[in-house]
């Protein structure tokens, strides 16, 4: 499908460079669409492996920067940049703005954003937001975590030794530094778990196993699944406009390194469950792998689009996100979302031809799909008469999912989202949603559309 121009030979930082003077915001028309006119991602990778030695502000800039040389706008046409983050990045806590800089486009502000697993989801929604409100015409929206860079801290009495012994000297600081026990020296373990909670992802993953009566044959056949339709997307090259090259101090890297099409189904069956080592049916197979990876999307007004002569891939009809108590059922969040976002695309998920759901874990995707056509659940938790309804398996992850992709956390919102429009493309469909559960038993759904 073509959506933009091909890519030019000019660095959009060269282009940028040219003037620091933004584009005119022009006055937005009421609803004028929000079109998503390009969408880019890296590879994704499992955590210290292909990806580990880029920073998460370096992997943002480079997707970035071949996102606007494909579709060759105008650097200054940018008006806002808004990136997703999960993991901190200590010394750049604001990745959109480190991004704009990096690509010469001073003019454009920059805001990070996080909402756990839905941070993507939430990029797109603040630039759509900026662009009806009439404050931007253009705003490009990313998201990335590489979890290869995640943060180590020290315990606070570390800390707190170390600011005191900086302000002293000869003795008094040896004296200083004499009260530290050599063991504290060790860094603290990042958190798996939730501080709300206590649990990991795993564990509540687990109890929805168990709630719902997900068999473990079910998990490992819906891995095999989202491995076997993804390395089948793959070798067919329906990814190769998706993925870019990324360049590493160990050379490019071109491909996923986490799908796996030949996976045995006798295999599977054998591996021990991770998280509950007695009851458990969660295994390292059907969960997603810590990740890295960024992904970005070029948003615009549909009028703008048509001005600048670039074809929109489709179009944000809508999104919702929703919050739940997490102590229940935490990953759940998405079907507390869905209907919402279906409500306000004033469509149904009988109108839906392409449906991604983030696959956290088997067990998260086969919960949701339960409950999603489940009358009491609705009317118990969501106050709603009606459930939204069965989803059509056929129409479900059609090129795989985060099982087999992987999940660079801030950036599985933006994959989602420019896969659905990709597939609906390829299908010759109209209507797409996308969906995933998120920390804190929070979830987030977008409705898009392709005409």
């Avoid at 454009?108 to 989801?121: L, M, Q």
């Avoid at 939730?194 to 709630?211: D, K, S, V």
């Avoid at 991770?274 to 009028?303: P, W």
Wanted: aromatic share 6%.
């Amino acid at each position: 499908m073509a959506t933009a121009k091909k890519a030019a030979a000019k660095p959009a930082t060269e282009a940028a460079a040219a003037s620091e003077a933004a584009t005119p915001v022009a006055a937005a028309p009421a609803r004028d669409r929000v079109a998503i006119v390009a969408g880019l991602r890296t590879p994704f990778s499992r955590s210290w492996s292909d990806l580990n030695d880029v920073d998460p502000v370096e992997l943002s800039t480079q997707v970035a920067r071949e996102l606007l040389c494909r579709t060759e706008i105008d650097p200054k046409q940018i008006n806002e940049v808004i990136w997703g983050t999960v993991i901190s990045v200590v010394r750049s806590p604001n990745v959109a703005r480190e991004v704009a800089m990096n690509l010469g486009m001073y003019h454009a502000d920059g805001f990070s954003v996080s909402r756990a697993c839905a941070s993507g989801f939430q990029a797109i929604a603040s630039g759509c937001e900026m662009i009806w409100a009439g404050n931007a015409d253009v705003v490009l929206a990313g998201g990335v975590d590489v979890t290869s860079h995640a943060p180590v801290v020290h315990k606070k009495k570390v800390i707190d030794g170390l600011q005191k012994v900086q302000k002293l000297k000869g003795i008094a600081m040896l004296k200083e530094l004499s009260k530290l026990n050599p063991m504290d020296l060790f860094p603290v373990p990042p958190a798996l778990t939730e501080r709300y909670t206590g649990l990991t992802m795993g564990e509540h993953a687990e109890e929805m196993a168990q709630n719902f009566g997900i068999r473990r044959e079910d998990q490992d056949a819906l891995a095999m699944e989202s491995h076997q339709k993804a390395a089948a997307a793959t070798k067919a090259g329906l990814l190769a406009d998706e993925i870019m090259t990324v360049q590493t101090p160990r050379g490019p890297v071109s491909a996923d390194n986490l799908i796996r099409g030949d996976m045995d189904a006798g295999k599977l069956a054998k591996l021990k469950p991770v998280f509950d080592r007695k009851n458990g049916t969660i295994t390292a197979a059907t969960s997603s792998a810590l990740t890295d990876g960024a992904a970005c999307c070029l948003l615009m007004r549909e009028s703008k689009a048509k001005e600048l002569g670039l074809k929109p891939m489709g179009f944000v009809r809508s999104w919702a996100f929703a919050g739940q108590d997490p102590r229940e059922n935490m990953l759940l969040g998405n079907v507390y979302s869905s209907p919402v976002a279906l409500d306000r695309a004033g469509l149904t998920m009988a109108d839906m031809d392409v449906i991604e759901i983030h696959e956290a874990f088997a067990a998260q995707v086969l919960s949701a799909l339960k409950m999603f056509k489940d009358k009491a659940f609705f009317q118990n938790k969501l106050g709603r008469a009606e459930p939204i309804g069965e989803i059509d398996r056929k129409k479900l992850n059609q090129r795989g999912g985060s099982m087999a992709y992987g999940h660079p956390f801030a950036a599985t919102g933006i994959r989602l989202a420019i896969s659905s429009l990709r597939q609906l493309a390829y299908t010759n469909k109209q209507y797409a949603l996308a969906t995933a559960c998120a920390a804190g038993g929070m979830g987030g759904a977008m409705v898009l559309e392709r005409n």
